[in-house]
Nanobody
Framework: QVQLVESGGGLVQTGGSLRLSCAAS????????VGWFRQAPGKERDFVAA??????LYADAVKGRFTISRDNAKNTVYLQMSNLKPEDTAVYYC???????????????????WGQGTQVTVSS
């Protein structure tokens, strides 16, 4: 099992930027795929981005604005968010995929370990 802690959320104006961090402990992160998801009040947890074996995947809604990256030496995955919009407002979660189930990378059921989330609020 991996313990995950997200940080970096906050309040930002439309067009602003934030960088979220997902720090892992418990075991090395480097061999795991990692996904970022977000959940707005009353809505399902939606896929944002994933990093796996050197490749990345993005939801259409964030493509060109968000970038996922990882620093294996620090056991941390980042989500750089630029040109933020009010519809990006949500709690952002990172998940670790230990390769136990065969759902697609944009399906939250693929990820076994989750952090507590960090709130991102974009004001108009």
């Amino acid at each position: 099992q991996v313990q995950l802690v997200e940080s970096g959320g906050g309040l930002v104006q439309t067009g602003g930027s934030l960088r979220l961090s997902c720090a892992a402990s418990g075991r090395s992160f480097s061999n795991y795929a990692v996904g970022w998801f977000r959940q707005a009040p009353g809505k399902e947890r939606d896929f944002v981005a994933a990093s796996r074996s050197g490749s990345t995947l993005y939801a259409d809604a964030v493509k060109g604005r968000f970038t996922i990256s990882r620093d294996n030496a620090k056991n941390t995955v980042y989500l750089q968010m630029s040109n933020l919009k009010p519809e990006d407002t949500a709690v952002y979660y990172c998940g670790a995929d230990r390769g136990l189930v065969a759902y697609s990378a944009n399906d939250p059921r693929r990820y076994q370990d989750w952090g507590q989330g960090t709130q991102v609020t974009v004001s108009s």
